[in-house]
């Protein structure tokens, strides 16, 4: 696996780092993984966002058969589309690996997710709002 050192700002190195450990070997999900780890906090996420999203959703369906690989990559992509302001499709995406087989791992992490994402949506309604007349 090759590891990137993302936090000092170089996210154009490590992307191309990544992505050449997915073409020299598909199947080797944690550079998906990790790539979309990277994605979450690229500054210019909202500009490639379609890029990105398309890219994991190909990764997914290249790992369709080996289901751990496959349920850690929609884990990320989960998070990748809650980091673009995605939430209502990243909690609907998240709730599908809460289920018991799906990988121990990757349900605790989805399951904490499922908690954020539904604490994120409630602090996004409006507490302004006039209560409504009761008749």
Do not use: C, K
């Amino acid at each position: 696996m090759v590891l990137v050192q993302d936090s000092l700002g170089q996210y154009a190195e490590a992307e191309r780092l990544y992505l050449l450990a997915i073409d020299l070997d598909p199947r080797r999900f944690y550079a998906y993984v990790n790539l979309a780890e990277l994605w979450t906090t690229d500054p210019m996420r909202w500009q490639r966002r379609d890029e990105m999203l398309g890219f994991m959703e190909r990764a997914r369906d290249t790992l369709a058969t080996d289901a751990r690989a496959r349920a850690h990559v929609e884990l990320w992509l989960a998070e990748l589309q809650r980091s673009l302001g995605h939430g209502a499709e990243a909690r609907a995406r998240v709730q599908r690996l809460t289920g018991t087989e799906v990988p121990a791992p990757v349900r605790r992490r989805a399951s904490r997710m499922l908690e954020e994402l539904e604490a994120e949506a409630r602090q996004r309604v409006p507490r302004d709002w006039p209560e409504p007349a009761l008749p």
